[in-house]
């Protein structure tokens, strides 16, 4: 479906990426270019940052999330703003029995920590401004199902839709709508590093019921409407993107 035919548009508002230096942010970033929003990409791969800020005449911003002092920093220089979307995020696949504190640590700095921060930071700026913006949190279904070998990133994407609940409850007065979507596996680098191997695909495959992974811009597309005031009605949920898995 092309931008024209989309039923909601994003146009002139600024909306921060992070993650927009690879996977699901790349997609999201285009999307919100294609229908007319302006967004601003943060991530940590300065190169494929400043490549993807020319192809969108967007703004990058390269800063490494999980610097808290660089974060309010950075987000400080921009301009007003009208959205966030938290998509940067990490995974380190281990077996409970093996799984290592800093590993686990390194999970939840980037993608609870790390979120609450930016999550923070924005939102004071669209406080500041009486901005009625959109925030969409990049969880995943692993928020609600178990996975194995994926102790920490369940866990850390539980806490990202348990935060999407709270900011909702709290910054809902200042008309600031916070939701999450929850994609299953989506054919990223990452995503097809964990479940390449056939004994962990084809299970996972045969449990989704349209027996299809998903792809980035299938995910990037329903963000976008949440962004949008399409959705405006719509705050504190957790949206599937998962062909069905959650069914079970």
Known sequence: MT????PFRLDHR???VTGASSGIGVDIARVIHELGGQPILIGRDQTRLTALACELNATAVPVDITDEDAVSAAIAELPPLDGLV???G?????TALEAKADDIQRILATNVTACAVVTRECAKRMIADATAGSIVNVSSQAASVALSEHLGYCASKAAMDAMTRVLCLEWGPQGIRVNSVN?????????EMAWSAPEKRDPMLAAIPLRRFATPREVALPVAFLLSDAAAMISGI????DGGYTCH
């Open 3 to 6: 931008a024209d035919r989309l």
């Open 90 to 94: 990490i995974s380190i696949l281990d």
């Open 86 to 88: 938290n998509c940067a």
């Open 14 to 16: 600024r909306i921060v």
């Open 183 to 191: 994609p299953t596996v989506t054919l990223t680098p990452m995503a």
């Open 238 to 241: 957790s949206l599937p993107i």
